[in-house]
């Protein structure tokens, strides 16, 4: 029970961990805006195509953050390692 | 809401087990309502006149809408394929729509987007061995031949992307709206999860149609074109 228990708490940190990634995706999708707001700033008359080219690579910058919650929704819900942790803790 | 795709009943096909699960009858159910509408539309395009009022004006305001936009990611070559992105639009924004009602929407389940991934898929191979024929092949051995496997590589990770980024989205706002109806008592339960299922549901379920439907138009035609 005691090995399950540390299991647990070690796949915890490990999710939080994964999820640590959402700092430097937030990061890149602000440049991304503010240099989109800028442009448009500019050039209002491009607004619409730099408005739907901004969209899209802020949907290309968020593939990884997506990634890093897939990683720690999977480690939480349907770990499969959780046997061999346990048995190699207790 | 619970986190797990529920199991509705197991179909025994000659020894081998079919799980019909929540996400399939939640498709049905969307895919039942769409083709309905779709049949409504057919019988009252029968009365359509030659100018628009009413009725007749949203539905030519949507069509032309989706037209314009596809023209202009797909190009004047492959417009005629834009049907078949239009289906998917309607089919994946009605699908977000349907958590509103406290249902699972079948794509916050990796089925789904799995599955429309891998149309887009198909679709680039076909397309491109339609359209450029042995230089699509050829495309791969660019710029020469040791490069295959990363080219195979670069070319199976698109759809990869392409269905974890819808999933990913459609799931976390599952996940934060099942916690906020696990973890509150009853009284906040009636109306401020409505503006938790406008941004969730309405705002990113719009926003991430979009994106999959543009993105799969710029792939199908950089396979194309």
């Known amino acids: 029970m005691e090995a399950l228990a540390k299991a647990i708490g070690l796949i915890h940190i490990a999710a939080s961990i994964a999820l640590l990634n959402g700092l430097l995706t937030t990061f890149g999708q602000a440049k991304i805006v503010s240099t989109a707001i800028e442009s448009i700033a500019r050039q209002p008359e491009a607004a619409d195509s730099i408005r739907s080219a901004m969209f899209v690579g802020l949907a290309m910058a968020e593939t990884s953050g997506i990634y890093g919650l897939l990683i720690a929704i999977i480690m939480l819900f349907a770990n499969p390692l959780v046997n061999q942790l346990v048995s190699l803790i207790g | 809401m619970p986190l797990n795709v529920d199991n509705i009943w197991i179909l025994d096909i000659f020894g081998i087990e079919v799980w019909i699960t929540e996400t399939i009858v939640n498709s049905w159910i969307i895919m039942a309502i769409l083709i309905a509408l ?188």
């Open chain 2, 38 to 225: 779709a049949i409504f539309i057919r019988i009252k395009m029968r009365k359509f006149k030659e100018i628009p009022t009413g009725f007749q004006n949203l539905v030519e305001a949507g069509v032309e809408m989706f037209h314009n936009f596809a023209q202009n990611t797909l190009g004047e070559k492959l417009l005629y394929i834009s049907p078949w992105f239009f289906s998917i639009f309607v089919f994946i924004f009605s699908s977000s729509l349907f958590s509103i009602f406290g249902l699972r929407a079948p794509t916050a389940d990796f089925a789904t987007t799995g599955a429309f991934a891998l149309a887009t898929f198909i679709l680039m191979i076909v397309l491109g061995t339609r359209h450029k024929k042995g230089e699509y092949i050829k495309s791969y051995f660019e710029p020469h031949f040791i490069f295959f496997p990363l080219n195979l590589i670069g070319e199976l990770a698109k759809p990869v992307s392409l269905s974890f980024r819808l999933f990913g989205n459609m799931l976390s706002g599952t996940i934060i709206l099942t916690l906020y109806y696990s973890l509150t008592p009853i009284f906040v339960q009636i109306g401020i999860p409505a503006f938790f299922h406008a941004f969730f549901d309405v705002f990113f379920g719009a926003i991430q149609t979009y994106i999959f439907v543009i993105i799969s138009q710029m792939y199908v035609k950089t396979a194309a074109d």
